[in-house]
């Protein structure tokens, strides 16, 4: 039945194996020119205005942030000798996840649950990792373009993060505002990396989807503050939004179904905040197909949602009494039962060559402004991709596939806790602005 489902999966243009690895690599590289040119793109290329080998003060605590699509992360940070100490980290529900909030009631929030941390210390900066497409101003502000991965908030849109912030502390604070992934290849750079800095990546696979990478300012042409300023910059990608990946029929269908129809099409091919509801589309085109019965799965059906840890739980075989998928399984017959797997480990593979796409596509332009890389440095961070042992392995397989065509080896790097490692790094930028 294994042969069934990829046919079947091909048939809705829902296969990884219709994807050419180098072709879709390259188109995803001219996308990216055109946004870092400032043409019209799906891929939005922003500007961090953060170089990467800023330095940072010893001994001097700072307040880090990671604002993400499901956890709000609270915590401080002390650059010391021994390199940065991470310490008194809190989490907390993401505020716009369990109830719908305006932008008073989302900001004060927000506040509320920084000001104790604040109260703690006395630090003066704060570094905030913000996992929404943001447009980082020439001060390190953020103003907010739309908020993805499904969050309650509403009438945030075009106001700037740190300046809401900031007028509902207590006390004045200088308040850096970064993306998720600019903030993860931060954090590569915080603990020592120094040297790997011109050749990184950073990627988020998590409720969302996000990468970065190091540009040289003379090649961010949509900056012309950048132009002729020596050294690099944090370029983020908002690669969620990427518009070029050809859709199936369940992404089409899933995509209806959405707060934001149309609009980030990458991230709802592969990201926790979507895949297990695909994973639900691409079963009940399989019941209407009848390759399936569709009594095991009305419970998921009526419900209108199926929990992505369940979908990778499901791909790697947890019993019935764990897993809701394996015990509605139960139901079906042993060639069912076999399709159902094919079709789970199927939009993982997926997942994990959409993955693989947007990281050689940002290598090929890596090393059209640098021609003789030959080895980049990928810190990856989310709960999709360690969650998944079926994404992790196809991706690295990918890369290595990669590799033989592009001659770019690209090594990932697991780091704990890197947006806010990097959120603290991005804190002393201001700093280095004077020196």
């Known amino acids: 039945m294994e042969v069934a489902a990829r046919k079947f999966l091909k048939q809705h243009g829902m296969s990884w194996e219709s994807l050419d690895l180098i072709q879709e690599s390259r188109i995803f590289c ?19 205005y953060i170089d990467p080998s800023l330095e940072v003060e010893r001994d001097r605590e700072v307040v880090v942030v990671d604002a993400g699509g499901t956890n709000f992360r609270i915590g401080l940070l002390r650059f010391g000798e021994d390199g940065p100490k991470l310490y008194d980290v809190q989490t907390h529900p993401m505020p716009g996840t369990e109830e719908e909030l305006d932008a008073e009631a989302f900001f004060q929030a927000l506040a509320d649950l920084i000001q104790p941390t604040m109260d703690q210390e006395k ?15 020439p001060t390190r502000d953020g103003r907010l373009i739309t908020f993805t991965k499904e969050l309650q908030v509403r009438d945030v849109e075009g106001r700037l993060i740190g300046e809401e912030l900031g007028k509902r502390l207590r006390r004045p604070v200088a308040i850096t505002v970064l993306n998720d992934a ?22 988020i696979l998590g409720t969302g989807m996000n990468t970065s990478y190091v540009e040289y300012n ?41 707060t934001n129809p149309g609009e980030q ?18 079963i009940l085109l399989a019941v209407e197909d009848g390759y399936l019965p569709g009594k095991p799965f009305v419970q998921f059906q009526k419900a209108g949602f199926f929990p992505t840890k369940d979908l990778t739980g499901f791909a790697q075989g ?24 094919a079709l789970a480990k199927g939009l993982l593979r997926r997942a994990a060559k959409l993955a693989a796409i947007n990281l050689v596509g940002i290598s090929l332009k890596m090393q059209k402004s640098d021609p003789v890389i030959r080895r980049l440095h990928l810190i990856m961070e989310g709960s999709t991709f360690y969650g998944s ?13 990669a590799q033989l065509n592009t001659g770019i080896q690209i090594e990932r790097i697991k780091l704990e806790n890197a947006a806010l490692l990097g959120a603290g790094l991005a804190a002393f930028a201001r700093e280095n602005d004077h020196e």
């Open 30 to 48: 001219e996308e990216m020119e055109r946004g870092i040119s400032g043409r019209s793109s799906s891929l939005k290329m922003l500007a961090s």
């Open 123 to 137: 630090a003066d900066r704060l570094g905030f990792c913000f996992s929404y497409p943001t447009r980082i101003t």
């Open 182 to 203: 600019t903030a993860a290849l931060l954090g590569l750079v915080a603990v020592g990396h120094r040297d790997q800095r011109l050749h990184s990546i950073a990627m």
């Open 218 to 258: 003379a090649s961010i042409d949509k900056e012309p503050s950048l132009q002729n300023k020596l050294g690099s910059n944090v370029v983020n990608l908002e690669s969620g939004g990427y518009g070029r990946i050809p859709q199936g029929t369940a992404d089409r269908l899933l995509d209806q179904k959405t």
């Open 265 to 282: 099409k990458m991230e709802k091919m592969m990201s926790g905040a979507y895949l297990g509801d695909l994973f639900l589309e691409t």
């Open 318 to 341: 947890m019993p019935s009494h764990i897993n809701v998928m394996a015990e509605a399984a139960e139901k079906l017959s042993p060639d069912q039962q076999e399709f159902l797997h």
């Open 389 to 401: 042992v079926h994404i992790q392995h196809y991706l690295d397989a990918y890369l290595k596939h």
